[in-house]
């Protein structure tokens, strides 16, 4: 009786023991799981966005590249080609095409966490060609087409992005863009509704 109390103890102590070490080897395992699983779940630096885009009397389509230089910000290149109807009369109609880069800054002005949505607004430079008429200039009803020429201006933009997955978020576009020397609309305004895929 006597000599089983030292053996029992012994066996208390050993099982505190790996109580203890099984305990101090969990928290770093812990801690090194929630750390991997952050980094995997965060977005890239990088994203490729693509919309169709609705217009008065035309439609067009936008694509563009973002770099997220903070979990906020990013910068913006964007492509836009649009397609529209110019109408100066009830007489004569002529379509007309735009082709634009456009380079921006956004910022967050609201973001829902929760709901996974978050507001961005930024704008910048816009410049690129406007085609009128297939580049053809005529006298219709006694309008002359105007001709085909580079147009420049800057834009601004909101743009509602909805979290879908960790590279995926469906986005709203709401653009308007100002060519300063555009012969034909000065101000255009984009209506779209797209994809966003985060690179790895």
Known sequence: MISSLPILSKQEYSFSEVKKSSISFLFPVIFLMVSMQQSIAQRSDFSLGIAPNYKVNGYGISGDLNYYHNT???FQLSIVAAFS??????????????YLVNVGY????????RRGTSIFFGGGPSVGYEIINDNVVEVSFGVPTPESTFVYGAYASFEMDFYLTDSLSLIVPITGIYHHNSEV??????LGLGIRFYLN
């Open 185 to 190: 609309e000065e101000i255009k305004t984009l």
């Open 85 to 98: 109807e110019e109408q100066p009369n009830s007489a004569v109609e002529f379509p007309f095409e735009d």
């Open 72 to 74: 906020t910000d990013y």
């Open 106 to 113: 956004f910022t967050t002005v609201l973001t829902s966490p």
